[in-house]
């Protein structure tokens, strides 16, 4: 199962990085800068989403959308809102619902990277290869966090309560027991993910690697 997620982290990383490598550095960059945007909102404001989102819920079960339109929209609002019922998102499990949105800005990060001002022309970009390659991190990291909290062994740069794990994965502590390279190997990035500044060099580093792609994009410029 190990070599399974390593084999998705690989293919994750490689296919954000093709797309950085057919765009010029900007590309890229806008999506993590997306990215980011998506996980700093989902840190600073994942509960009120979660209002948010369960009283669209609720108003749009309730029937808000024909009370809208019916002649007399101001008292059948009113009924609306004094309707109770049950919500979209269980706010103590609200992990499936972080990703969900974490995915929309991944949607709209991968759209506008791919925007035709972008892409390149019979040339490639190592510079893209590599952000994309960030950016490849970022997904599958979360996305493990979510699906596979026992096998996230990917350290994430943000730390999202009620998203991101806060214990090791006990299957990753169990395989690190072990003498094998790959084991030591586990347990390096074990270690690593629950190293208090951890997080802190993971944000430096993807903000260093923004730094000098938009130095070299506008050296190319």
């Given at each position: 199962?190990?070599?399974?997620?390593?084999?998705?982290?690989?293919?994750?990383?490689?296919?954000?990085?093709?797309?950085?490598?057919?765009?010029?550095?900007?590309?890229?960059?806008?999506?993590?800068?997306?990215?980011?945007?998506?996980?700093?909102?989902?840190?600073?404001?994942?509960?009120?989403?979660?209002?948010?989102?369960?009283?669209?819920?609720?108003?749009?079960?309730?029937?808000?959308?024909?009370?809208?339109?019916?002649?007399?929209?101001?008292?059948?609002?009113?009924?609306?809102?004094?309707?109770?019922?049950?919500?979209?998102?269980?706010?103590?499990?609200?992990?499936?619902f972080y990703l969900a949105v974490f995915y929309f800005f991944v949607l709209v990060g991968v759209l506008v990277g791919s925007l035709?001002?972008?892409?390149?022309?019979?040339?490639?970009?190592?510079?893209?290869?590599?952000?994309?390659?960030?950016?490849?991190?970022?997904?599958?990291?979360?996305?493990?966090?979510?699906?596979?909290?026992?096998?996230?062994?990917?350290?994430?740069?943000?730390?999202?309560?009620?998203?991101?794990?806060?214990?090791?994965?006990?299957?990753?502590?169990?395989?690190?027991?072990?003498?094998?390279?790959?084991?030591?190997?586990?347990?390096?990035?074990?270690?690593?993910?629950?190293?208090?500044?951890?997080?802190?060099?993971?944000?430096?580093?993807?903000?260093?690697?923004?730094?000098?792609?938009?130095?070299?994009?506008?050296?190319?410029?």
């Amino acid at each position: 199962m190990i070599l399974f997620v390593v084999l998705l982290i690989a293919l994750t990383m490689t296919a954000f990085g093709l797309i950085g490598f057919l765009r010029v550095p900007r590309g890229p960059i806008l999506t993590l800068v997306i990215l980011l945007t998506g996980l700093v909102l989902l840190r600073a404001f994942g509960p009120q989403l979660i209002v948010m989102a369960n009283r669209l819920w609720i108003f749009f079960a309730a029937g808000g959308l024909e009370a809208l339109a019916s002649t007399d929209s101001a008292k059948a609002l009113s009924e609306v809102f004094g309707k109770s019922g049950q919500g979209l998102v269980n706010p103590a499990q609200p992990a499936s619902f972080y990703l969900a949105v974490f995915y929309f800005f991944v949607l709209v990060g991968v759209l506008v990277g791919s925007l035709q001002r972008f892409r390149l022309s019979g040339r490639f970009s190592f510079t893209g290869l590599v952000l994309g390659m960030v950016n490849g991190y970022l997904v599958i990291a979360y996305t493990l966090a979510v699906l596979a909290p026992e096998l996230a062994l990917l350290p994430t740069p943000l730390g999202i309560k009620g998203m991101t794990p806060s214990a090791p994965p006990a299957a990753i502590g169990a395989a690190a027991g072990s003498g094998a390279v790959g084991g030591q190997l586990l347990r390096f990035l074990s270690d690593l993910g629950n190293h208090p500044s951890a997080h802190l060099v993971i944000a430096g580093l993807i903000v260093v690697f923004i730094f000098m792609a938009a130095r070299l994009s506008a050296r190319k410029g």
